[in-house]
C-alpha cells in the first residue's frame, strides 16, 4: 500500500523554526514528485512547495520564499521540508502529497496520493 506520513509539526513561536518530514512507502520514491500544502482554519488548501522526482525542479509559494527550503533523501524515502522565520499566518495543517507526473505543482488535484497532515502553530 501507498502511504505518505507528514510529520514534525508543532507549537512555535513567530521567528521559530520547524522541519516538516514527509516519509513515503509502497511506491518507486525516485519517480514521484513530492508537494506540500496547507490548509488554515476556513481556507482553501494552498500549494506551498514541491519538489521534482530528479530534484531538478523546485517550486516555493512566494509567501514562504526566503524561508523554507524543500528537500529530498531519496535514501530515506522521505522528503524535509525546513520551515525557518515561521509567521501566525504560517498556521495551517500541512500536508504532502505525491504523483508521478505533475505539470500545475501548486494544484491539489494534480497529486493522486496524500498523507494526513501535521498541525503547525505560530503564536505571536
Known amino acids: 500500500d501507498v502511504q505518505l506520513q507528514a510529520s514534525g509539526g508543532g507549537l512555535v513561536q513567530a521567528g521559530g523554526s520547524l522541519r516538516l518530514s514527509c516519509a513515503a512507502s509502497?511506491?518507486?520514491?525516485?519517480?514521484?514528485?513530492i508537494g506540500w500544502f496547507r490548509q488554515a482554519p476556513g481556507k482553501e488548501r494552498e500549494g506551498v512547495s514541491f519538489i521534482s522526482s530528479s530534484e531538478s525542479r523546485t517550486y516555493y509559494t512566494n509567501s514562504v520564499k526566503g524561508r523554507f527550503t524543500i528537500s529530498s533523501d531519496n535514501a530515506k524515502n522521505t522528503v524535509y521540508l525546513q520551515m525557518n522565520s515561521l509567521k501566525p499566518e504560517d498556521t495551517a495543517v500541512y500536508y504532502c502529497a505525491a504523483d508521478s507526473m505533475v505539470d500545475e505543482v501548486d494544484v491539489a488535484d494534480e497529486y493522486y496520493y496524500w498523507g494526513r497532515g501535521t498541525l503547525v502553530t505560530v503564536s505571536s
Open positions: 509502497g511506491f518507486t520514491f525516485d519517480d514521484y514528485a
